[in-house]
């Protein structure tokens, strides 16, 4: 057997890295995650405090801008955000040419990367101020193009911003606002939203953000970037679990069920996981999923309602925390595993949820990719391969194979 790559003489090393478990695509200075002690800080301030403490638009500032802002900073960026909710008329006559049943996922995909076609004079990636609009766009519009997702999948007439309101409260009122004028946000639910936007907002070099990045290295305008974030957070492996997991948990359906899905998620020749469980850095619990779990219990009391799926949950949790199959390979919850429980009881959807992870992310996806080009260091993504394939060999005409 010819070794082709000694025949082209392809002699340098590289590492085999599937997965890229251990290699370092890039520098980073906005999160930081210890997987084995459970820690995730944004520069530097702890995701539990932030949750607690913060609002997402002091997040989105923190993140995009480098630090937490001061109250004049802070009516500022809320101005900047505020003014650029709209999206362009056109757009809205884009959302008639999906089928009412699409999932919002592929509208999301299709209607983000139309944006740099309606906003030209904000795609010059080498301008530090045009990349900056196109990140306070991004972050803005985003809630209005979700909102929109959601009413045309239900046949309602889509809302426009009310500029008066908080971001989460302007998102709010777009999606179940009929009549919006007569829709009144309720404050509790608007800081529930709010903090699952601020557990959402960034998570270091994860598939989504990383496919960010990898598009952008190439120079692609930044609305093309951030669709093919939304593209890769769609896989159920990533965004889509909150999906999968709420699903999981319907389909359980009662505690006694629970042993018989965990022998499953056991079984080497079985293809089923538990949603929600797992994850490639933590190898503990995930910080944001004991936060979303507490804000699963400050929504239920708000709304005064009780769902057996939850409880369904917090057992499943258990077992699966005590058995050694999930102790030996490091297995806890993920955000994503209480994540379905809360939208679901708010009234979203399942369809919904991967959006509203996507919404969250964008202010994550677009600090990253300006962190990346502001870099001077940086270059095209360009990963290496082994190749397994045939050596050199002759072109064999169609008649003689
Ligand atoms: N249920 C059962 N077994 C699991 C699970 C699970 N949820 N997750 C991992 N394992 C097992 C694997 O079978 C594997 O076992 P093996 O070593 O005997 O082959 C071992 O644990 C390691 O799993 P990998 O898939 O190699 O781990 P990886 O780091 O590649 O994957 C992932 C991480 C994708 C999150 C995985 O744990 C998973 O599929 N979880 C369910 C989906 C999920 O919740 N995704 C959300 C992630 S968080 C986010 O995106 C916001």
Same mark, same amino acid.
């Given at each position: ?22 290699? /370092? ?61 709209? $999206? &362009? ?13 699409? &999932?919002? %996922? ?7 990367? #139309? ?13 530090? #101020? ?22 045309? @999948?239900?046949?309602? *007439? ?15 009122? %777009?999606?179940?606002? =009929? ?37 952008? @290295? @190439?120079? #692609? ?6 669709? /093919? ?8 492996? &990533? ?26 998620? !056991?079984?080497?020749?079985?293809? +089923? ?5 797992? &994850? ?24 005064? =309602? !009780? ?22 390979? !490091?297995? +806890?919850?993920? $955000?994503? +595993? ?44 360009? *990963? ?5 394939? *045939? ?11």
């Amino acid at each position: 057997v010819v070794d082709i790559r000694k025949l082209y003489g392809q002699t340098g090393a590289f590492t085999y890295d599937p997965g890229f478990t251990s290699t /370092a695509s890039c520098e980073s200075e906005l999160t930081f995650i210890d997987g084995g002690e459970g820690v995730l800080l944004h520069r530097g301030y702890p995701i539990e405090q932030l949750a607690e403490q913060s609002s997402f638009m002091e997040v989105a500032h923190l993140l995009l801008r480098g630090e937490l802002p001061t109250a004049d900073e802070y009516a500022d960026f809320n101005n900047t955000i505020t003014r650029h909710t709209m $999206v &362009h008329e056109q757009l809205r006559g884009f959302y008639q040419g999906f089928r009412r049943d699409a &999932h919002p %996922m592929a509208i999301m995909c299709g209607v983000v990367g #139309a944006l740099s076609a309606f906003y030209h004079d904000s795609t010059d990636i080498n301008d530090p #101020a045009q990349r900056m609009i196109a990140s306070h766009r991004l972050v803005a519009k985003m809630p209005t193009i979700a909102a929109m997702a959601y009413k045309y @999948s239900i046949g309602q *007439p889509f809302v426009y911003p009310d500029n008066e309101l908080s971001y989460t409260g302007n998102f709010l009122r %777009m999606t179940f606002g =009929v009549p919006a004028e007569e829709y009144e946000v309720n404050p509790a639910i608007e800081k529930a939203m709010d903090r699952i936007f601020i557990l959402h907002a960034d998570h270091e070099q994860n598939a989504s953000t990383s496919t960010v990045r990898l598009a952008g @290295s @190439s120079g #692609a305008n930044p609305f093309a970037c951030i669709a /093919a974030g939304i593209a890769c957070l769609w896989g159920p492996a &990533h965004g889509g679990a909150n999906e999968a997991a709420l699903n999981m948990l319907k389909e359980i359906g009662h505690p006694d069920r629970i042993p018989e899905y965990i022998k499953r998620a !056991k079984d080497k020749d079985d293809p +089923f996981r538990l949603m929600g469980f797992g &994850h490639r850095v933590y190898k503990n619990y995930d910080p944001r999923a004991s936060v979303m779990q507490e804000t699963v219990r400050e929504v239920f009391d708000t709304l005064k =309602v !009780k769902d057996p799926v939850f409880e369904v949950a917090l057992q499943l949790e258990e077992m699966a925390l005590n058995d050694p199959y999930f102790i030996d390979k !490091k297995l +806890f919850p993920n $955000v994503d +595993f209480y994540s379905g429980i809360i939208l679901s009881a708010i009234g979203f959807p399942t369809s919904m949820f991967t959006v509203l992870f996507a919404l969250a992310r964008t202010v994550g996806w677009v600090a990253q990719w300006n962190e990346m080009i502001s870099d001077p260091g940086q270059r095209i993504g360009r *990963p290496r391969q082994l190749y397994t394939g *045939p050596a050199k060999r002759d072109f064999v005409p169609i008649d003689k194979r």
